[in-house]
């Protein structure tokens, strides 16, 4: 069972590596080239999250699962997106009708 927890956190936490690195790829490539790129949302952090909860570790989840939230950029801006669609744009809609 804890080959497969290994095995199973370890890919979890490439893919999320991997993720969180394209993005931060292109947020680069975006600000030299100054066209925009669209990411990967969400799914780099909560990969991050899931090895860290699948991992056989003790206390590594409890301590360390804010860390892929942080560093993924596509995650900040998809969660900051939609709570503004959801704030600013619920009120805008009610006032065009």
């Known amino acids: 069972m804890?080959?497969?927890?290994?095995?199973?956190?370890?890919?979890?936490?490439?893919?999320?590596v991997l993720i969180i690195v394209l993005n931060w790829g292109l947020v680069i490539r975006t600000v030299i080239t100054k066209k925009h790129s669209s990411g990967i949302p969400i799914f780099g952090a909560v990969?991050?999250?899931?090895?860290?909860?699948?991992?056989?570790i003790e206390g590594v989840f409890p301590r360390y699962w804010w860390i892929p939230p942080v560093v993924d950029y596509g995650f900040a801006f998809s969660i900051l997106g939609a709570i503004y669609l959801s704030v600013f744009r619920s009120g805008s809609q009610e006032t065009q009708r």
């Open 2 to 16: 804890i080959m497969a927890q290994w095995i199973i956190g370890g890919l979890l936490l490439a893919v999320s």
């Open 47 to 56: 990969a991050g999250m899931l090895a860290l909860l699948v991992l056989p």
